[in-house]
């Protein structure tokens, strides 16, 4: 079974309610497949043991090995006289509303087995598990980077040039971040633990924000006018050690 999850189910776990198709206990015969609630009877090949000996020749000379017995399929009992709903196996097909918990941190592709959840064992048995296979819906901002998130802030020009206070989202709500005047863009923020959980831990990821500065594509007259005053003003040069220390940075990036 597929399950969907958003990144905020993921961040703090979840609980699934499905309708399920699976096979389920016979109302009719209450799981037991014999009819009219006759009981089963003791299977008389192995005895209600569920194994039979067989004596096989071989070069050493007769030898006994233990098998699963045939008649009962190793369950020791035999039913005369079989449910008409299940045709004696105590189960079968219909629906059934499966409650699941998911723990946080899990993602894409990860299987989980729950146990018991599965289809319902012949004669009131054991119930097998049941899997559910995890996918992950795309959230509208953040991108999950194994348990790290990553944020693409835009800033405006006048943003990165003076600085000031943003919101960033993260899954447990708005956290507020403070821009350093003259913030280049490709620079990165490392908010620690803002990330999702690992799972079967307490351990958090963090929530990286990459820094990137928004262009105008059209101008105004007057919006064109001030930037062209602006092109030749001494701080918007930058000097040659700026031009060093952004080439280190850039170069550090293919390390
Ligand atoms: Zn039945
Ligand atoms: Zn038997």
Do not use: W
């Not at 941190?105 to 599965?118: D, F």
């Not at 020009?157 to 206070?165: D, K, N, R, S």
């Not at 350093?180 to 307490?202: A, F, I, S, V, Y």
Request: charged fraction near 25%; hydrophobic fraction near 30%; proline fraction near 5%.
């Amino acid at each position: 079974m597929k399950v969907a999850l958003t990144l905020e189910e993921i961040n703090t776990g979840v609980t699934k309610k499905f309708k399920l198709k699976k096979l389920v206990p016979c109302q009719h015969c209450k799981g037991t497949g014999a009819k009219d609630g006759s009981a089963a009877e003791t299977c008389p090949d192995c005895h209600g043991s569920g194994v039979v000996m067989r004596t096989q020749q071989s070069f050493f000379g007769m030898v006994q090995t233990q098998t699963v017995c045939p008649r009962c399929g190793g369950e020791g009992k035999i039913i005369k006289d079989r449910c008409p709903h299940c045709s004696g196996d105590g189960v079968v097909y219909g629906e059934e509303i499966v409650e699941i918990n998911i723990p946080a941190g899990v993602s894409e592709g990860m299987q989980l087995s729950v146990e018991g959840k599965g289809n319902a064992g012949k004669h009131n048995g054991y119930n097998g598990n049941l899997l559910v296979l995890i996918e992950e819906v795309p959230h509208k901002d953040l991108v999950r980077d194994e348990n790290d998130l990553v944020y693409n802030l835009l800033l405006t020009v006048p943003q990165a040039a003076l600085g000031g206070a943003i919101e960033i989202p993260t899954l447990d709500g708005a956290v507020k971040l403070k821009i350093e005047p003259g913030t280049q863009p490709g620079k990165m923020l490392r908010l620690r633990g803002k990330g999702l959980p690992e799972l079967n831990t307490n351990r958090r990821g963090d929530m990286i924000v990459n820094v990137s500065v928004y262009i105008p594509e059209t101008l105004s007259r007057d919006e064109k006018q001030a930037l062209e005053k602006l092109q030749t003003s001494d701080h918007f040069q930058p000097t040659q050690s700026i031009k060093e220390k952004l080439f280190r940075k850039f170069r550090s990036y293919f390390d």
